[in-house]
């Protein structure tokens, strides 16, 4: 009995068990700032971008290129290039009777043979200034700008031209060749003397 007394009075009372609570997890406030970035992977870019701006590139040189070398023309002489007056249209005997046109684009003439002469007449309507057209069906030229016509040695004789279309300087070379002089030209004009039979205003055959 008296072992139990020890027993009981040297037991440490143990307070009951109680429940304990886990602190209550604290909430993390995230600091205010801005957004994480967003990484955004651009797709590659297509072909057909890469060669238009190299067309762009091109052209705004070219551009420039030009600008600046009219720039610098401005500051430099200029020269006028004019068609040689005097020119070569072969022999007499390279003619058939009548009008040859193949000189009409290169010297602004035509070789006109007949039974006696070789003369050139320079294609020029006495009107305005036009390039008369040769009509072989009509054997005449007529003016394409208002209607004046001539007949195959370049007499007018219908439409406002007021004189036959001029002549140029002939003579022959060294070789025989004709030598044809623009800017020395035979007139017809109309109530005067005419000077189509004078000296160098055709080759007698
Ligand atoms: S320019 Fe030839 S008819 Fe007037």
Redesign the pocket.
């Known amino acids: 009995m008296e072992s139990n007394l020890k027993d009981e009075s040297s037991a440490v009372a143990v307070p009951p068990a109680t429940a304990v609570t886990p602190p209550a997890p604290k909430a993390v406030v995230k600091p205010a700032g801005r957004p994480p970035a967003v990484v955004v992977e651009s797709a590659p870019e297509p072909k057909v971008f890469k060669t238009r701006r190299m067309i762009i590139w091109a052209s705004v040189a070219a551009f420039l290129g030009y600008c600046f070398l009219s720039f610098i023309r401005f500051f430099l002489p200029r020269s006028i290039t004019e068609p040689a007056s005097t020119f070569k249209v072969g022999f007499p005997s390279d003619y058939a009777l009548g009008v040859d046109t193949k000189y009409q684009q290169q010297y602004r003439i035509w070789v006109d043979k007949t039974s006696d002469r070789v003369f050139v007449i320079y294609a020029r ?6 390039t ?1 057209d040769w009509k072989a069906s009509e054997n005449k030229f007529k ?6 016509g001539y007949d195959s040695e370049g007499i007018n004789f219908e ?3 007021p004189r036959p279309m001029d002549r140029a300087h002939v003579e022959l070379n060294a070789e025989g060749q004709i030598v044809v002089d623009v800017s020395r030209l035979f007139q017809k004009p109309k109530g005067e003397v005419g000077h189509f039979d004078d000296p160098g205003a055709y080759i007698p055959l």
């Open positions: 309507c006495t009107h305005l200034g036009c008369p003016c394409p700008c208002h209607g004046s439409g406002p031209a």
